[in-house]
């Protein structure tokens, strides 16, 4: 069941309109739906869907607008014409059809897309259902569901600062490139390396009165060529493996194809000051963090780009492999080949987390780190740490700093000559990010002199006088010192 608005073009504005106002009004949103449904969150839309059919539409409800569309654009099923025209005036049915998300078989309407709300937008998708319960049947060109867990925390990291030009690679349906028209660029590029793809995002710009988005079939940045961008952001397919057929997923056979090429052109594309967002499943290797390694794929011009990695959750290579053979039904020989290939590739862990990429407006040194996510890191904080991690050392010695409540100073011992003396010091914080910092000895007791009343120079001055850090030591030393605390929560400037 194809969608006619893949081969025959769209309707009017006007039609797009009139199903907005009434999706707006109408009580379609992701809290109405999850609480309809009887599910957390819509990335949980699979377990409804697992649920046989009388279960199904218990939880649906009383004959209203939203029963109406659940049935419609999530369950799939063909719906009375009498149902419809009960809770969906005329003039908005008829909008419906015209932009093809109805179609009439028999005495009633089937949608040949799968509709949901995502955060204050509506996204059409592909199917994954059909009207008897079956397997959506799917194609290398599937349009993919925005809903579900991974893609919505993507979309999460999405900034929302001011963008003058923003651009989402591998846009799919194109939630990420209109959220982002709607929230904070002024223009946005949406790529996509399929045709399918591109009209599903265009389809979805005009249900969200959208015009600031410019949509474009290709590969990666080839369709904008010679334009520079503000912000760069791709979800890209990174499943491993050799057997893989569905553009969405493909990662090719280490889960790293597209995003090294990504990485490799962005040196072009990338404004100075201008930042790339990725969020992905990422490796170490016995002989290069993953970090180490991004910054390699950047080539020769790498000193212009700072790279930072937030890691979301450690997988262990035989845990992924494991989960991967089970979920295709495979073997114990797949097992062991999949051991093997890790092994081969040299794949030392297996993690989730967010890539940010940031290129330099000014004469520094680049710094490449990396932070575990904490349990409140929100994107302000993402920000936050690209900003200060360009502060030069140097302009932190005249501020005050101020140790922050709560954070743990992990001290172990060791006994030695029959006395029990510290030999390991190491600060514990979850906020902004989850950090194990270890320090020296008279790093702690500096921490302890931070009570926002005195300087960094003047704190220099004083551990100096006290021989608590190195005669030759300069006024940067500590100035580092502040900074490196400040990036790790431990302390704060006043």
């Known amino acids: 069941m194809e969608p006619r608005f893949l081969t025959q073009g769209f309707a009017p504005a006007d039609d797009f309109a009139t199903v907005c106002r009434f999706l707006q009004t109408s009580g379609f949103t992701e809290d109405a739906v999850c609480q309809r449904l009887g599910i ?43 149902e419809i025209d009960a809770v969906i005036p005329l003039p908005v049915r008829g909008a419906m059809e015209a932009t093809g998300l109805l179609d009439r078989n028999g005495d009633g309407f089937v949608s040949p897309v799968m509709l949901y709300p995502l955060q204050q937008i509506f996204i059409a998708s592909d199917r994954l259902v059909e009207m008897d319960g079956a397997d959506a049947s799917v194609g290398p060109d599937f349009v993919y569901f925005a809903i ?11 900034p929302d600062d001011p963008c003058e030009a923003f651009l989402e690679l591998g846009t799919g349906c194109g939630a990420a490139a209109i959220l982002a028209a709607k929230k904070n660029a002024r223009h946005v590029w949406a790529t996509d390396l399929t045709e399918r793809s591109c009209l599903f995002t265009r389809f979805n710009c005009l249900l969200n009165q959208v015009s600031n988005v410019e949509t474009l079939a290709g590969d990666l940045f080839a369709p904008v060529k010679d334009r520079q961008f503000d912000c760069v952001v791709i979800h890209p397919p990174y499943d491993m493996g050799p057997d893989q ?18 990485i490799s052109e962005l040196p072009d594309y990338l404004n100075p000051g201008g930042r790339f967002y990725c969020h992905a499943i990422v490796a170490d290797h016995e002989n290069a963090s993953y970090e180490q ?88 904080d993402v920000s936050w740490l690209l900003d200060w991690e360009a502060t030069p050392c140097s302009e932190l010695l005249g501020c005050a700093v101020k140790a922050i409540d709560g954070t743990e100073l992990a001290v172990r011992h060791r006994i030695q000559d029959g006395e029990l003396n510290p030999v390991h010091y190491a600060f514990q914080t979850v906020r902004p990010f989850r950090t194990n910092l270890e320090c020296r000895a008279w790093v702690a007791y500096f921490v302890t002199l931070c009570d926002g009343r005195k300087s960094g120079r003047d704190h220099y001055e004083f551990l100096l006088q006290k021989g608590a850090i190195p005669a030759d030591s300069t006024p940067e030393y500590i100035g580092q010192a502040i900074k490196t605390l400040v990036s790790a929560g431990v302390l704060q400037v006043e």
């Open 293 to 380: 390694r991004v910054r390699g794929w950047l080539g020769d011009r790498q000193e212009n780009f700072d790279v930072l990695l937030v890691v979301r959750e450690h997988v262990a290579p035989e845990e992924y492999a494991a989960e991967s053979v089970a979920l295709g039904g495979g073997s114990s020989r797949q097992l062991a080949s999949w051991k093997s290939f890790f092994k081969t590739i040299g794949v030392k862990e297996l993690l989730y987390g967010y890539l940010v990429i940031q290129r330099k407006s000014a004469q520094r040194l680049e710094f490449t780190i990396r932070r575990e996510i904490g349990p409140e890191t929100a994107w302000r």
């Open 40 to 82: 957390d969150n819509l990335s949980k839309i699979l377990s409804y869907l697992s649920r046989d059919r009388q279960e199904r539409e218990a939880a649906l409800g009383p004959l209203d607008a939203l029963r109406v569309l659940a049935t419609l654009f999530l369950n799939g099923w063909l719906t009375p014409a009498s």
């Open 245 to 262: 057929s569905f553009v969405f997923s493909d990662g090719g056979e280490d889960g790293e194809r597209l995003l090294r090429r990504t």
């Open 148 to 158: 579900q867990h991974k893609t919505r925390t993507f979309l999460s990291l999405l």
